[in-house]
């Protein structure tokens, strides 16, 4: 039967690839979705009827946890981050440098924020992307919105809140992060700070790569999000299966409310404390949000383990480093600085309102 | 016949697939080509990437940010283009 399947597809792709490449998308697609609605039922069965557990046992609750949020997460993951990066394969580093080139304060960092999520960043970039922008003549104020919008509303992160506190949760999140790298891009350019940025930065003369997006064919479009998808999902599973791990352990055995006292709403303390912790952290968002969750589900204020999660994503000690190469430390100071203080009130804030 | 294939980046993990697959690629076709790993800070500015890693076909950027598969290596090595001609 798969020969069959084999010729079929052969023959399609060869008289139309286009198509072709549409309808397997369509079809998973499709087998996705079917596989997303039946998990509750099928984790419930595994754990209650075929390993026999009692429901509200610790042991029962934790298996429970664990192997309904296990493939509904990476189910997730596959499904969002092939969305994503599909869209992103529209946009390249070199058409925004053009489009924020010498942009005004203000608009600019509104752009930068919404372009350091839609365009294709890795962390390793942060550095010649930095420069590029720089000597481009976007302003520093607007480098740093998009610098700072790029890892912190990150796809795995949504998509990991969306999947465990729901859509609100997910999109409040996107929304203070945007907010976040906006003001703190505006008050980085209004501090002019453009003397801490190592000198040769100004001094080199750029090349010009003269790479721009690609015409691709929706195929190739698709084949090259899936190439990207099956990596990063590649990376990150280990850290999903132990984090849900970890989460579902907290879920089943720690007592309710047993965190209210250190992490609850009112330790007005824990909201700075939690993003200090975050800092020198550097985690995988994928990793440190079933934590998160578990954590939450015994009494820990939202705004808290938020706060936790924004720092440890956006203020990783590992890309301060890499930027030492280019920023002198009293610059990174002003934007850790600023980033921080823009987290913690982020933080008071949902404590306050969820 | 393609003199240096050069693969600029900070070393991160990605840089190394990269560098991996294009000299696995360079061996099964037979290729007399060099293959040179820069791991340079100034280098992504010198040819104007703004993604790593960057790889450069005899001195021209052929792509940034990307670590392109095997297929579409071979693609690039025999033909000159990773996109199949339609």
Redesign the interface.
Known sequence: MTVAVKQFYTRAAGRNPELTAWGIVILAAALWWIAYRSLPALAAWLTFHLFGLTPGSHLGESVAFFVYDVPKILLLLTGVIFLVTTLRSFFSPEQTRRLLGGKRQGVGNGLAAGLGVITPFCSCSAVPLFIGFVEAGVPLGVTFSFLIAAPMVNEVAVIMLFGLFGWQVAALYMATGLLIAIVAGIVIGRLHMEGYVEDFVWQIKLGDAGLGPEKLTWSLRFARSWESTKQIVGKVWPYVLVGIGIGALIHGYVPEDALAGILGKDAWWSVPAAVALGVPLYSNAAGVIPIVSALMDKGAAMGTVLAFMMSVVALSLPEMIILRRVLKPQLIAAFIAVVAAGIILVGYLFNLVV | MISEIRIV??G?H??ADLHQRVTQVVQSLGLETTVVRDND??S???????????LLIDGK?V???R?L?VEELTRLLKHGQP?PP?
Do not use: K
Not at chain 2, 44 to 54: E, H, I, K
């Open positions: 980046g900070f991160c990605r840089c800070m100034l992504p500015m010198r040819y104007g990437l703004l993604g790593l890693p960057g950027v792509s940034a940010g670590v598969s996109i339609r």
